[in-house]
C-alpha cells in the first residue's frame, strides 16, 4: 500500500486524531503490524552450513555451545541454554522452529542437545512435538530412537537416586539391578527403540543403534527375556560402511553379549566370537588413522581381557587369570598413550583406572594408586567440559566416575604393614575426599561452576574440629582434622542394612509419635558410626570445650549421612548440640571465610496464604499461616529490613530489592525441595518455582551495589525430595550456587509455628558481639530442646531439621 492511499484513507478523520496517532499508524501499515506486535525479529531459514555446525558441536559433546548457536539462529537469547525451567520459552521456541522447511530434525537435534545439558523433561517435550511433524518413517524412527534415550537417562536418574555408593566397579562385569524394573521411564525407552526398529530401514546404522540401545537397556533394567530374543538375532554389522560409528556399535554389541553371558544360565554368545567383534573393531580402527578410535577400540579390548582374568580367578584358574592381566596390562598401557596424543581425556581417565585395578590385581598397590591418582587427574582435567562424559546414553556418574574416587581413598587407607596409615597417605586420601564432593557437584549442575581453593582448618577456626566421612564396602572411614595437629583415621563398620538403619532415624526424627528410647536408639547406632573409638578419645584428648565455650564440630559428609542432622547424634546420655555446634561443609576449598561482623540488613520474603505456585508442581504444598507472625517476629530483632510478602513476593521484585541494597541477609519463609535432580530442587514464590540457577542470578544481583556476596540465606520452610538417598546434595547445591557464604536451610519441613519462634531467637543470638553463625543456631536448638518452656517443641523435629552448609563464623 502507496503513503498516498494511506494519507487519502486518513484524511477525513485527520482532525479527530492525536498526531502521534497517526504516526503510529503509518509505521504500522508502512511496515506491516507484525514486527510491531510481536517485536520478534525475522527469522531466516537455517543454512545447511549452520544445521551441520550444530550437528558437529553436539557430535563432539559440546552440547551448551551446540544450544548456544542454534536458539541464537532462531534469534533467541543464548542465555536460554542456561534456564533450568523453558516453559516461558517453549511455544516461541517451537513456532520458529516450526517455520523452518526442516522443522522436525531441527526438533530432534535440539532434543539431543538438551538431553545432553541435563534438560530431561524439556528434551522430552520438544522430541515429541518433533515427532509429529515428522513426514517420513525414517524421520520419525530417528526421532523416536532419541525419545527413547531421553526415557532412559530419565530411567537412570531416578535410579542413581537410590543407588549406594559403589567401589569395586569392573566395566565389562555385568549386576543385575534389583529395582531398575520398576521404574516406567525403562518400559517407555523400550517401546520407542521398539517403534524405531519397526520404522528405520532394514540394515540402516540407526536401526542398529536402535537394536543395540535395545538390547543394552533390557540388561540395564533386567529384563533377560528380551535381552535374549534379542541377542539370539544375530545383529549384522557387517555391511555398514566402515567408519568411527561402526567400531563403536561393534563395541557396543560386546559388551551388550557379554552382559548378556554374565546373567543368563546357559552362554548366549561364544566368548570366542565377543572377543573376535572387539578384534574386528580395533582392526577397522587402525585402518582410519584415528588415534581416538585407536584408543578406545584398544582399551576395550583389553578391559575384556580383565574381564576374562576375573572369570578365571572366580574358577580357582590364576594361571589363565594372570595371563590375561598380563595381556590386558600391554594392551591398556598402549591405548592410554593414544589417547594422551590425541589429548581425549574422557577416553585416558578410564584406561587409568583400568590400569589401577589391573595392578591392584597383580598386588602392586603402589602402581594401582599411582594409576588411580591419573585418573582423578584426568577428569579434574576435564572439569571444565564435564558434558562430554554425557554423550554415552549409558553414563552413569555412579558407576564411571565415583568409584575411582572411592577405590584411591580405599588404597590409600591401607597401611603397608605399618600399625598406622602415613600422615602422606591421609593428607592424599583427605584431597581426594574433598575432590569427589566437588565432582559430585559438578555432576548436579552438569558443568564446573565452583571456584576451589584449598584451605586449612587452622587458618580458617583455629577452635573448630572438621570430620571427613568416606563410605566403602562394608564400613565408614572417618578422618579427624584438627588444627595444628595430625590427621587421626579410625573405621567403622557397616550393617548390610546401613541404608535401611539411615532412613528409619530420620523418620524417628520427623515422627513425634515414635518412642524417644527407639529414636535414641537409631541415633546412637549412626553417632558410633560416625565418632569410632580414635576418634572419641582424640576430640576428648583435645579439650576443645576448654578453648570455646561452644566448640565447632564441621561434616564433610558422604552419600545418604547428608540427609540426617549431625545435631541429633545421641551418645548415649546426651545429644551432639548439648555439647557443639554443627556444620555441614561440601568442602572447605569452597569456602569464604570471614567472620559475621556488619550490621545487618536483610531482606525477608514468604508465603503465608496458599499460592498460585503451589499447583505447578509435582509436591502438595500447606497454608504457612505462621510465616506473617515469624517475619514480623524478625523484623522487631534485625530492624533494618525489607519485606515482600504473599503476591509481593515475586521474582521481578526481589531482584528490584537485591539491585537496589546491599543486604547481608536474605530470609525466605517458603516451600521448597532439595533433589539430587537438579530439575527437581527448587523454591516457590508466589508464582513459580524458582530453581537454583535462577536463584544464583537473583541473589548475584545484589553485586550492583556492593563486590561482597551475601553473608548468609536461610530457608526456613523446605524440605529433601521423599526417597531420594541423595536429596541433600540439592541442599549443597543451593548452599554453593547461590553467592552467599553460608546457607541455613530444613532437612524437613518443621512445623511453621515453632519455626517462628526458632527464627526469632536465632537471630537474638546472632546479633550478638563475637557470636558465629554455628554457635547462634546451636543455643537455640539447646534451648528448645532443654528449656521447660518449650516442652511442645523439645521433640527433634521442631529443632534439628535446621543445619547450617557452608561458613560457620
Known amino acids: 500500500m502507496s503513503n498516498k492511499l494511506i494519507n487519502r484513507q486518513l484524511a477525513p478523520r485527520r482532525q479527530r486524531y492525536p498526531l502521534w496517532l497517526l504516526l503510529l499508524l503509518g509505521i504500522i501499515l508502512t511496515t506491516g503490524i507484525s514486527p510491531v506486535l510481536s517485536q520478534m525479529p525475522e527469522v531466516k531459514p537455517i543454512s545447511q552450513e549452520q544445521f551441520k555446525q550444530v550437528q558437529q558441536l553436539q ?21 536460554i541454554c542456561q534456564k533450568q525451567d523453558l516453559t516461558e520459552e517453549f511455544e516461541g521456541i517451537i513456532d520458529r522452529i516450526e517455520q523452518q522447511p526442516n522443522s522436525s530434525q531441527i526438533m530432534a537435534i535440539f ?89 528405520l530401514p532394514p540394515s540402516s546404522a540407526p536401526r542398529i543403534k536402535a537394536q543395540l540401545n535395545l538390547l543394552s537397556l533390557a540388561l540395564e533394567s533386567g529384563d533377560i527375556l528380551t535381552a535374549q530374543a534379542l541377542g539370539s538375532e544375530k545383529i549384522n554389522l557387517a555391511h555398514l560402511p566402515h567408519n568411527r560409528t561402526k567400531v563403536y556399535l561393534q563395541i557396543s554389541l560386546a559388551k551388550s553379549l557379554a552382559c548378556l553371558n554374565g546373567q543368563s544360565a546357559t552362554e548366549e554368545a561364544s566368548w570366542q566370537s565377543i572377543r573376535e567383534l572387539l578384534v574386528t573393531a580395533h582392526q577397522e580402527a587402525e585402518e582410519l588413522h584415528d588415534k581416538r578410535v585407536k584408543s578406545y577400540a584398544l582399551g576395550n579390548l583389553a578391559g575384556l581381557y580383565e574381564y576374562f582374568g576375573w572369570l578365571d580367578e572366580q574358577l580357582q584358574q590364576q594361571k589363565y587369570a594372570q595371563q590375561w592381566r598380563q595381556e590386558a596390562l600391554k594392551l591398556t598401557h598402549h591405548a592410554l598413550y593414544l589417547a594422551q596424543q590425541s589429548e581425549a581425556w574422557d577416553i585416558a581417565y578410564k584406561w587409568h583406572w583400568q590400569l589401577g585395578r589391573l595392578w591392584q590385581a597383580q598386588g602392586n598397590k603402589q602402581k594401582a594408586i ?252 500447606r497454608e504457612l499461616k505462621n510465616v506473617g507472625k515469624e517475619l514480623s517476629e524478625i523484623a522487631k530483632v534485625i530492624s533494618k529490613n525489607r519485606l515482600l510478602q504473599d503476591s509481593e513476593f515475586i521474582v521481578s521484585n526481589l531482584e528490584n530489592e537485591l539491585s537496589r541494597s546491599p543486604f547481608t541477609i536474605v530470609h525466605l519463609a517458603t516451600h521448597g525441595q532439595f533433589s539430587s535432580n537438579l530439575e527437581e530442587t527448587y523454591i516457590l514464590d508466589w508464582n513459580h518455582p524458582i530453581y537454583i540457577n535462577q536463584l544464583n542470578q537473583l541473589l548475584r544481583t545484589s553485586e550492583i551495589k556492593t563486590p561482597d556476596p551475601i553473608e548468609l540465606l536461610v530457608l526456613s520452610a523446605c524440605q529433601t525430595a521423599e526417597g531420594d538417598k541423595r536429596a541433600a546434595l540439592g541442599l549443597a547445591g543451593i548452599a554453593v550456587r547461590a553467592g552467599a557464604r553460608s546457607t541455613i536451610a530444613t532437612l524437613w519441613s518443621v512445623n511453621d509455628k515453632s519455626t517462628a519462634e526458632f527464627m526469632s531467637q536465632f537471630y537474638t543470638e546472632l546479633v550478638k558481639p563475637k557470636m558465629t553463625r554455628a554457635k547462634a543456631l546451636s543455643l537455640v536448638q539447646r534451648s528448645f530442646l532443654q528449656q521447660p518452656k518449650h516442652d511442645s517443641y523439645q521433640h527433634p523435629k521442631h529443632w534439628a531439621a535446621f543445619i547450617i552448609v557452608g561458613n560457620w563464623m
Not at 557430535?59 to 543464548?78: E, H, I, M, W
Not at 520438544?126 to 524421520?139: I, K
Not at 558410626?529 to 564440630?553: C, G, N, R
Open 59 to 79: 557430535q563432539s559433546g559440546r552440547y551448551y555451545q551446540a544450544c548456544d548457536t542454534l536458539v541464537a539462529t532462531l534469534k533467541f537469547n543464548p542465555s
Open 370 to 621: 599411582a594409576h588411580y591418582n591419573g585418573a582423578v587427574k584426568a577428569l579434574q582435567t576435564l572439569r571444565q567440559d564435564l558434558v562430554v562424559l554425557h554423550q554415552d546414553i549409558q553414563f552413569s556418574f555412579r558407576e564411571q566416575v565415583e568409584p575411582i574416587y572411592r577405590k584411591l581413598v580405599d588404597l590409600l587407607l591401607q597401611p603397608n604393614g605399618e600399625a598406622e596409615v602415613s600422615q602422606a597417605n591421609l593428607k592424599r586420601a583427605r584431597e581426594v575426599i574433598e575432590a569427589l564432593q566437588l565432582a559430585e557437584l559438578d555432576n548436579f549442575f552438569r558443568e564446573a561452576c565452583l571456584d576451589a581453593k584449598p584451605q586449612q582448618i587452622e587458618d580458617i577456626d583455629p577452635t573448630a574440629a572438621v570430620i571427613y566421612t568416606i563410605i566403602l564396602d562394608q564400613r565408614l572411614e572417618v578422618i579427624l582434622s584438627l588444627p595444628g595437629q595430625d590427621l587421626v583415621h579410625d573405621t567403622a563398620t557397616l550393617p548390610e542394612n546401613f541404608s535401611g538403619k539411615i532412613e528409619a532415624l530420620r523418620k524417628s526424627l520427623i515422627d513425634d509419635l515414635i518412642p524417644t528410647a527407639e529414636l535414641q536408639g537409631y541415633s546412637q547406632q549412626v553417632y558410633g558410626w560416625l565418632f569410632p573409638a580414635k576418634i572419641q578419645s582424640q576430640l576428648q584428648a583435645a579439650k576443645l570445650v576448654e578453648t570455646d565455650d561452644i566448640p565447632t564440630l564441621v561434616f564433610i559428609l558422604d552419600s545418604e549421612l547428608r540427609n540426617i542432622p549431625m545435631a541429633a547424634l545421641y551418645d548415649g546420655q546426651e545429644y551432639l548440640v548439648e555439647k557443639y555446634a554443627t556444620a555441614i561443609a561440601p568442602s572447605l576449598q569452597l569456602l569464604d571465610p570471614k567472620a559475621f561482623e556488619l550490621e545487618p540488613l536483610m531482606l525477608m520474603a514468604g508465603l503465608s496464604e496458599k499460592a498460585p505456585s503451589f499447583d505447578t508442581t509435582a509436591s502438595t504444598w
Open 111 to 199: 532434543g539431543n542437545i538438551l538431553r545432553g545439558i541435563g534438560q530431561l523433561e524439556p528434551s522430552k517435550i520438544f522430541l515429541e512435538r518433533g515427532l509429529a511433524m515428522a513426514n517420513s518413517p525414517q524421520v520419525e524412527g530417528k526421532l523416536l530412537l532419541s525419545l527413547g534415550n531421553t526415557f532412559r537417562a530419565i530411567a537412570k536418574q531416578k535410579q542413581d537416586q537410590q543407588a549406594s555408593p559403589v567401589e569395586d566397579y569392573l566395566p565389562w562385569r555385568c549386576v543385575n539391578p534389583s529395582e531398575a524394573g520398576k521404574i516406567s521411564e525403562y518400559q517407555e525407552a523400550s517401546l520407542r527403540y521398539q517403534e524405531a526398529i519397526d520404522k
